[in-house]
């Protein structure tokens, strides 16, 4: 049987057992609506509130402050367009790298009127503060700017974004769906005022998610209906997503720091050997301030889909860097705003690592790239090599 | 499995892929949608393409594409050739998903442009 090696962790990761069995009496006897006062829904009640706990100690914030979302998107969703439709009208800043979550829902809101700056990013993928400085406006409502970019791992200096935009008083939204997790993410100390949030990124179930919220902040709920989520968000919690969500939580902020120091060996590991077998291979993303297993390898002159199908015959799992709908294909907007030559761009394949990652996964990966590149350059009539 | 026994079995061991040198024709296509691209040699004996190489550029779909209408053309007329339909390579692929069609027509584009080649110069 051939080997499977899944390094697609920044896509979705495997729920993990702990959070597994933690949520199984919630979809068994404990399937109460936490909103009704008997005890069937007292008890899911219990759960929701406990894992609401665990978050809120977790990013080191009051409890009140976490509001239960879907998904990493729907969050975005409802933090960008919560504090557009709080104030009317006004000015936007965001960067060209943010997840379509947020740039989309950017671009809906100029179609309605609202103002929009997109800031750029240098080569590394990193958005410079002076710019955000220099793109808030007296009109400014929103900066909102991702921890860490899902395609590259690039790691945002939120800190001193932060700063500038707590300087001005406007409230300050971080995609942080990459990051939570995985890294610290210092809540009070980068002036986040909304943070989003996701669960199956951390090995918890699909389907659920969150969003911070600082008391005080000025949010409408997108969506109406009863008194959920402190009206911040209607409709019936998901609540054995949400019990999963907060033990996986539980068992991140214990597994995060060594986890992560192991990651980042094995994906430097990843882009060593390959660079070492291939020619013309570029690593995209920045050199140090990165997610610790992303590596986003560049292969020139190779279509990405193509070493994509490759590997996936080799039973090893990656992304394309480069999205081929009906025959149209995109080069990574993120890649394209990094000013990522095109014949660079089109052959951009993310690897993403996770727990269940080994040294020996890393080396029948490496093993397995170069033929595949050597022979789809063979027959390419692009390639010098 | 997305895709077709055939498309994956051209795909890991394409057929008569690479440069040949100093051939009797040759012809390009390119699908502009995604940048896919496609070249076809032809070595041609009493009218036929006695032996047919590509190179190629783009998804797995096209690579196999490439290698499928190779074969298609080898030993075939190359008047003939010049008329090889979209859906032929296709049906030697066992079929493409919709999002895909597109690998069946800049190969057949690509064959076609190289037998357009040689009738321009020897007919």
Known sequence: ?385 | MRYSPALIDHFRNPRNAGLMPSPDATGESEYAGCGDLARFYLRVRAGRAADVRFQTYGCGPTIAAASAGSELATGRRVKELMGLDRDAVEEALGGLPPDRKHAADVVAAAIRAAARDWVSRHV
């Open chain 1, 1 to 385: 049987m051939t080997r499977r090696v899944y390094l697609d962790h920044n896509a979705s990761t495997p729920v993990h057992p702990e959070v597994i069995e933690a949520m199984l009496p919630y979809l068994g006897e404990r399937y109460g609506n936490p909103s009704s006062i008997h005890a069937f829904g007292q008890e899911a009640r219990d759960g929701l509130e406990t894992a609401r706990e665990r978050i809120a100690r977790f990013l080191r914030v009051g409890k009140d402050e976490i509001v239960f979302t879907s998904g990493g998107t729907e969050s975005d969703n409802l933090a960008v367009k919560g504090v557009a439709a709080a104030r009317g009208s006004g000015h936007i800043v965001t960067s060209r790298i943010e997840h379509h979550a947020v740039l989309r829902t950017c671009q809906t809101l100029e179609r309605q009127g609202f103002a929009v700056t997109y800031l750029p990013v240098d080569e590394h993928g990193l958005v410079d503060p002076d710019d955000v400085r220099r793109a808030i406006r007296p009109d400014t409502i929103l900066v909102t700017v991702m921890h860490a970019n899902s395609e590259v791992g690039t790691i945002e200096p939120i800190e001193e974004i932060g700063r500038v935009v707590r300087e001005r008083g406007i409230p300050f939204h971080v995609d942080g769906v990459q990051t939570f997790g995985k890294v610290p993410v210092d809540v009070e100390g980068s002036g986040i005022d909304l943070l989003s949030f996701s669960s199956h990124k951390i090995y918890g179930p699909k389907g659920v998610a969150g969003l911070y919220v600082r008391k005080g902040t000025k949010m409408a709920a997108i969506q109406h209906g009863g008194e959920h989520e402190r009206r911040r968000r209607a409709g019936t919690e998901n609540v054995p997503g949400i019990v999963g969500l907060g033990k996986a939580v539980e068992v991140r902020g214990r597994e995060m720091t060594a986890e992560a120091a192991r990651l980042t060996a094995l994906r430097d590991r990843l882009t060593e050997g390959v660079r070492a077998r291939v020619p013309e291979v570029r690593v995209n993303g920045h050199p140090a301030r990165r997610l610790p297993g992303t590596a986003n390898l560049g292969f020139r002159h190779v279509e990405s889909e193509s070493i994509v199908l490759g590997l996936d015959l080799k039973g090893v799992a990656v992304s394309a860097g480069s999205a081929c709908t009906s025959g149209n294909v995109e080069p990574s907007h993120v890649l394209v705003a990094m000013g990522v030559p095109l014949d660079w761009a089109m052959g951009a394949v993310r690897c993403s690592l996770g727990r269940s990652t080994t040294a020996e996964d890393v080396d029948y990966v490496i093993e397995c790239v170069e033929p595949i590149v050597r022979k789809l350059r063979a027959a390419s009539p692009v390639a010098a090599v």
